[in-house]
């Protein structure tokens, strides 16, 4: 197990993740501006190869509305808190567990998103912050402080492929973690942009 902390895009690292990760968002908006939303979503798709066109198709997308994965081996590998909100502080509150042991085989390669919802922007979003953990240990794996994008590219774009957990060579080799951090167009109301961007990442 290794500690990774990165900036948004800045780097890109890999460690080895045993059975188990969990994400952590949270943020907060200006009041005058009415309730946003940072999503944190789940993207799973099948083990990538020489010849596989796996990445053209998403087998299954986790998020505030569908909060349970239906096309794992077990149908907890994947649970989504759905939209915990605190008005009154103006904060929201997304958590993600994946348990990387009851995915099954046919799930190789797993996207981590977030995304600003609605027409917002990741400029819309303040005091974001965004965790990624082994929950057995407690150790960070990864953390994204969003605002430390510039004010151009945030006010621009909608959301960021955080990273992905993948299998290891052969598919017996355990799972592994990479940050990307890269900023597109997208949310959750409106996929196809941040499928296209996983579509053409070369990773």
Request: with cysteine; aromatic share 8%; charged share 20%.
């Amino acid at each position: 197990m290794c500690c990774i902390s990165v900036i948004m895009s800045v780097c890109v690292c890999v460690c080895v993740i045993v059975a188990a990760v969990e994400l952590t968002d949270r943020w907060q908006w200006r009041a005058h501006t009415g309730s946003r939303y940072l999503d944190a979503s789940i993207l799973l798709y099948a083990p990538p190869t020489h010849t596989s066109t796996s990445r053209h198709t998403c087998i299954e997308t986790i998020d505030y509305r569908h909060t349970r994965s239906t096309h794992t081996a077990h149908p907890s590998a994947v649970t989504h808190s759905g939209d915990v909100m605190d008005y009154e502080s103006n904060s929201g509150l997304h958590t993600v567990s994946i348990n990387l042991e009851k995915l099954g085989p046919h799930i190789g390669e797993i996207f981590i998103v977030v995304s600003a919802f609605a027409g917002a922007t990741l400029g819309d979003i303040v005091q974001p912050m965004v965790e990624l953990k082994d929950p057995a240990t407690g150790v960070s794996l990864c953390e994204y402080h969003l605002e430390q994008q510039g004010r151009e590219v945030r006010e621009r774009m909608s959301s960021v492929v955080m990273g992905r957990v993948y299998r290891g060579e052969g598919g017996s080799n355990g799972w592994r973690f990479q940050a990307l951090g890269v900023v597109g167009r997208g949310a959750a109301s409106d996929y196809e942009p941040i499928y296209e961007t996983i579509r053409n990442g070369q990773w």
